[in-house]
T-cell receptor
């Protein structure tokens, strides 16, 4: 069975500050890991993914995430927050051959001017 | 989001009524997935369909819920005799094929179901 835990349902940072959204996973098989972003009144959009290649993954809009097997983590970071980053972020896990994603509960990111 | 259309955006039903949620996948996509998001929770997988076939319905409640993806037309998620606990956001996603890396998986904007 697979599961995802996102630490912190709400995160607030100042514009220009570091963004860190935490995600820990549990998987009995090598995982595929994903971060999705949901802007208000829109569907989920893929930010980045890890599928057993490089452990540091770069995504869109300046976000990146690092797969750390020893810590079972896949935290999302961005060096400098922008107002347009305000959204809900979801971490998800699946595995090779799987057709369904297991999502975390989401983290709402607020950017303060 | 890349052409997955869900309607209606908001659906209000009274207890005991039926709810029908529609999903038109991206043109050319033959794989559809339905997810449900309960308040303060993440998205939960419900069902995976290909044209005219249900591939995986392990996340569907055993009663009152059904899904179809006919040869022509949108995918339909049907909830009979709705109860207040069915109130949630229902998301549809589509892909052109089996998509283990999910790069070509596109989500719709969801249908918010409210049961009074």
């Amino acid at each position: 069975a697979q599961s995802v835990t996102q630490l912190g349902s709400h995160v607030s940072v100042s514009e220009g500050a570091l963004v860190l959204l935490r995600c820990n996973y549990s998987s009995s098989v090598p995982p595929y890991l994903f971060w999705y972003v949901q802007y208000p009144n829109q569907g989920l959009q893929l930010l980045l993914k890890y599928t057993s290649a490089a452990t540091l993954v770069k995504g869109i809009n300046g976000f990146e995430a690092e797969f750390k097997k020893s810590e079972t983590s896949f935290h999302l970071t961005k060096p400098s927050a922008h107002m347009s980053d305000a959204a809900e972020y979801f971490c998800a896990v699946s595995h090779q051959g799987a057709q369904k994603l297991v999502f975390g509960q989401g983290t709402r990111l607020t950017i303060n001017p | 989001n890349a052409g997955v259309m869900q309607n209606p955006r908001h659906l209000v039903r009274r207890r005991g009524q039926e709810a029908r949620l529609r999903c038109s996948p991206v043109k050319g996509h033959s794989h559809v997935y339905w997810y449900r998001q309960l308040p303060e929770e993440g998205l939960k997988f419900m069902v995976y369909l290909q044209k005219e076939n249900i591939i995986d319905e392990s996340g569907m409640p055993k009663e009152r819920f059904s899904a179809e993806f006919p040869k022509e037309g949108p995918s339909i998620l049907r909830i009979q005799q709705v109860v207040r606990g069915d109130s949630a956001a229902y998301f549809c996603a589509s892909s052109p094929s089996q998509e283990p890396t999910n790069e070509k998986l596109f989500f719709g904007s969801g249908t918010q179901l409210s049961v009074l």
